[in-house]
């Protein structure tokens, strides 16, 4: 039944959350709602070496900002509670009774040194490296009283000598082992805490997890896995392996590619719903040629059985290019909302006069002029957001005399187009950008110049930049009065620039 669906995320905090852990948190979510089931977080902090303590707020941050909300979890409880491996240990440590009083595992005591130099002696024999087996053999009474004493001793499952052991991925059909390529592996530390292999097991079957879906590099485990279900007496879940995510080069996706964690997405700019979209088609398709896919597009077509078996390849120009339409959708108060805190740091290039908080009403009007030029809310092709619209934030500018004049015009014909443009300015109502332009266009031919001349010398003089937002809509903006004085600025500019006769 489809209420049976229960997926879980699981990531350790041992930091930011990286895109290809989140892609299996978004498939796990998409797929609980489009069944009606659960999605529960629960985390694996088992690895105390690699631990983080912020990396718990990072995780719940990302996947909130991502709008992956989970039905159980560690702050809002749930009837397998609790959710954090590290609360959970008298459930591994019964688990673990278990399997050495059915004989499936034992203790063992083998220092590091020893496995390091029994690891030498078989890559010396060129044989594949693993655990002998030395402690399977001991009196396990005398192995307990070397623990009771306080030896460093792990717990060991015992691996089938011979044979083969099968599951059957929904992603790649029948996936086959041969047990003599695994070890006797650690199912309990020395330290009380489980490896991931027992408390994954454990963990999934106390939440009653129905689909497993994680990373391929996790397919070698699955025996592992299988056999400590099988001597636990758990049924499998499914189990769902999605593919890699490599960077376009087809190596691993790692930090010399560039940004790789929700973090550094979230602070670049991209918007969560643009890295959904992209994320979601990162490994699974609808069946067709659509490519932008807001959230619930997402759910009502996703299936497992659509999630590809090759490598997806990360491309973040792809993803620059989703996000930049995902920008153009937005309205201007939404839009706003989301540049202003970009627009209030330091690094915005908004100039430091500019008062914080922004006016969001008035940001709301400013940044429809540049909306169409933006790929993420920090800017496009190297240039900061706040170095866009900063004209806009200034009592006054300057712009250079021999940037106001334009190519076929001089100091002459442009002071005499500004006198006349000055004259406009005053007298135009209303004082919108689609009658503002109509004016202009016929004073251009009143004066026998290019559009391109007057609007080059209004644009430089209004903004002190060649490349500025659309001339009529910023003058809309800008509003009357400032238009006028910078004009008349520009005038007294160019004045002293008049050659002598």
């Not at 000598?161 to 309990?188: K, L, N, Y």
């Not at 709301?364 to 806009?392: C, H, N, S, Y």
């Not at 021999?402 to 007298?427: D, H, N, P, W, Y």
Request: charged share 25%.
């Amino acid at each position: 039944m489809v209420n049976d669906v229960r997926v879980r995320f699981a990531p350790s905090p041992t930091g930011a959350l990286h895109v290809g852990n989140v892609r299996t948190a978004l498939y796990d979510w998409v797929f609980a709602r489009k069944m009606g089931g659960q999605f529960v977080l629960r985390i694996e902090d088992t690895d105390q070496a690699r631990f983080v303590a912020e990396a718990r707020d990072y995780i719940a941050h990302g996947l909130r900002w991502l709008g992956l909300d989970w039905d159980e979890g560690p702050d809002v409880g749930g009837p397998h509670a609790p959710y954090v491996q590290s609360e959970r240990r008298e459930l591994y440590q019964a688990a673990t009774d278990r399997l050495i009083e059915a004989g499936a595992a034992y203790l063992c005591d083998c220092s590091p040194e020893r496995l390091e130099e029994v690891r030498k002696k078989q890559e010396a024999m060129k044989l594949a490296p693993g655990y002998d087996g030395r402690c399977r053999r001991r009196d396990h009474g005398e192995l307990l009283k070397a623990k009771q004493a306080g030896a460093d001793v792990v717990t060991r499952m015992k691996v089938p000598p011979v044979g083969e052991v099968s599951f059957t991925d929904v992603v790649r059909g029948e996936v086959t082992f041969s047990w003599s390529t695994i070890s006797d592996f650690v199912i309990m530390k020395s330290d009380g805490l489980p490896t991931y292999h027992l408390a994954v097991v454990v963990d999934d079957h106390e939440m009653k997890i129905s689909h497993v879906l994680r990373g391929e590099e996790w397919i070698a485990s699955t025996p592992r896995h299988i056999l400590i279900h099988e001597k636990l007496g758990y049924q499998m879940p499914s189990m769902v392996h999605l593919p890699l995510l490599l960077a376009p080069d087809r190596s691993k996706l790692s930090k010399r590619h560039g940004a790789t964690t929700v973090q550094e997405f979230e602070e670049s700019g991209v918007l969560s719903e643009a890295l959904f979209n992209f994320l979601a088609l990162m490994g699974w398709s609808p069946g067709d040629d659509r490519e932008l896919m807001a959230r619930a597009e997402v759910v009502q077509a996703f299936s497992l059985e659509r999630i590809q078996k090759s490598p997806a390849i990360f491309d973040k120009q792809k993803l620059e290019w989703m996000n930049g339409v995902y920008m153009r959708q937005l309205n201007p108060a939404d839009l706003a909302t989301r540049v202003a805190p970009f627009l209030e740091a330091e690094d915005s290039g908004l100039p430091a006069s500019a008062t914080r908080p922004l006016d969001l009403a008035r940001l709301a009007r400013v940044v429809p002029l540049v909306q169409d030029r933006l790929k993420t809310l920090r800017g496009a092709d190297q240039v900061r957001i706040g170095e866009m619209i900063d004209f806009l934030y200034v009592d006054r500018v300057d712009p250079a005399p021999a940037e106001i004049v334009q190519k076929g015009m001089t100091v002459e014909s442009t002071a005499a187009a500004f006198e006349r443009s000055i004259s406009l300015l005053k007298a135009a109502d209303p004082f919108e950008h689609a009658s503002l332009d109509a004016q202009f266009r016929a004073l251009t031919e009143e004066l026998g110049i290019k559009t391109g001349q007057l609007f080059g010398s209004l644009r430089v003089a209004l903004t002190a930049k060649k490349v500025a937002p659309p001339l009529f809509e910023t003058m809309e903006v800008l509003g009357r009065d400032a238009c006028l004085r910078r004009l008349q600025f520009a005038l007294a500019v160019l004045m002293p620039a008049r050659k002598p006769d």
